[in-house]
Each structure stands twice: as structure tokens, then as C-alpha cells.
């Protein structure tokens, strides 16, 4: 499989990465108790992920279609997720602020998707897709200083 590869700058705000496969739906961007705790909302083609510092900053967010997943090695954070891509040409990384369209040649299928917090000269994000055969399970993939332990489940949808 061919990698593919695309980086935006987004302007984060109000706490919140999304990566989505439909237009902005509120229902889906509602965080619930749980969903706080774990740092992220996960619905089948919706997810929304905390970016961890607070205030409102632009960040570099570097995505990838993988055939398999490299972990960054200054990764603070990394969780994996189901994600199943409804509509490909609607697929989205957006804050509050704005929204990039994603152009990885995805295809209407379910995907595990990781989310990494990367640590360089400033904080950026990584979030790789690698096409599933089967669907994955929501986890931590290293503990974290936020309270992520490896192996440790989240829950999906609002809760």
C-alpha cells in the first residue's frame, strides 16, 4: 500500500481535535463525564479528542493513510479508535475554529485510527488511519501523565 500523507495547521480551540466522516453534528461533539476523564468522544465516524493544553493555540497535525502504524517515539499521549469512513469525500479534521478537508485516499471502510500528542520544539498531533479487517478496540496505547494507562479501554459515545 502506498503511504499517503497530509499536515494542517489548525487554529485549536475550546479543547477539541475532531476527525470526522459527516458534517459537524452537535449530538456528536457533547462530552459527557467519562468522555473528559478519557480525553476523547468516540462515535463509529465522529471522534473528538482532547488536545490537552488548555487555551486556544495553531498546532501542525500530521495525517496518514499506513498500511501499519510507526509509533512517533516523543508521543506523550497515543490511543487507538474505531473509525468507519461513511462518505470519503466528507472526511474532516476540524477545531471549533475551522476545518481541513482530509485527502488520503480513504475509502467507505472501518479504519483503526491513532491519535497521537507529540512533543518537539513545540506540541503537535499525529493521527494515522490503517485500513481493519476487523473492528478495534478503543484503548490507551502507553500511560500518560493525564492519566492514560496503557491497555486501559474508553468507552464510546457520551458518557
Known sequence: MKNNSQSVDLLISHSQIQFRS??????????????????????????????????????????????????????????????????PSRVEVASASEKFSVELGLAERDYALYFEVCEGDEIFYKITLIPAEQIVSAKYLLDDPWGGEKNKMLVEGKS
Open 22 to 87: 459527516r458534517p459537524f453534528d452537535e449530538s456528536s461533539s457533547q462530552w459527557g463525564e467519562k468522555n473528559l476523564e478519557q480525553g476523547a468522544v468516540i462515535h463509529s465516524d465522529y471522534v473528538i479528542f482532547d488536545p490537552l493544553p488548555e487555551d486556544a493555540f495553531g498546532a501542525h497535525i500530521h495525517l496518514e493513510l499506513a498500511s501499519h502504524f510507526n509509533p512517533d517515539e516523543s508521543a506523550q499521549r497515543r490511543i487507538v479508535v474505531p473509525f468507519h469512513v461513511t462518505d
